[in-house]
């Protein structure tokens, strides 16, 4: 039997989200419609942690995920991971930090009056610069703990999550791709 952690760009990534529907309340509709008939071929998980933040966008709706996805958090106390992923992630956040001051004091250098279009450049080039490539959120987190944890192949938009999972060797699947697999099963 297949097992699958679930992350929020399932249903909430609009690239991802269209093969089961239009908003993340109809694609957690669309998803459990297709999903319940592979019950014997395939198990589906997700952290408590990320059932809330997919509450966020999805409200009420995402307690029908109930019926077929299973709720669990990863043994954080008993999952051992290489240090050396330790030391490459911590190298990538000094990196990161340096980036974003040097980007920080480009923007204080510069003298053009229209501040708000200079503060918006400034937050779209900061966060691609700090978070994109990164797991950036305990959610995040969670959800390859779980999978490490359980054998499982995470399914996921997210480039942190992808990145992460490659160097602690947990498999994974394009969130967008996600619904090919479901009918092949």
Request: net charge positive; aromatic share 10%; proline share 4%.
């Amino acid at each position: 039997m297949e097992r699958f952690v679930l992350d929020t760009s399932l249903f909430v990534n609009p690239a991802c989200r269209t093969q089961f529907g239009k908003d993340p309340g109809a694609a957690i509709k669309g998803f459990v419609k297709k999903a319940s008939s592979k019950k014997n071929k395939a198990d589906f998980f997700m952290p408590p942690i990320v059932f809330t933040e997919l509450e966020n966008f999805a409200g009420k709706d995402v307690s029908k995920l109930a019926t077929l996805v299973k709720k669990r958090a990863p043994n954080v106390y008993g999952i051992f991971i290489p240090a050396a992923i330790l030391y490459s992630y911590t190298e990538d956040v000094r990196l990161r930090i340096n980036k974003g001051l040097h980007l920080a004091e480009e923007y204080a250098r510069d003298n053009t009056p229209d501040n708000a279009a200079k503060v918006n450049k400034l937050r779209e080039r900061y966060r691609d610069s700090m978070r994109k490539g990164l797991v950036d959120s305990k959610e995040d987190l969670e959800i390859i703990l779980l999978a490490y944890e359980l054998g499982a192949r995470i399914v996921t938009a997210d480039e942190g999550i992808i990145r992460l999972a490659n160097q602690i060797g947990v498999e994974w699947i394009e969130a967008g791709e996600f619904g090919n697999l479901l009918k092949a099963l």
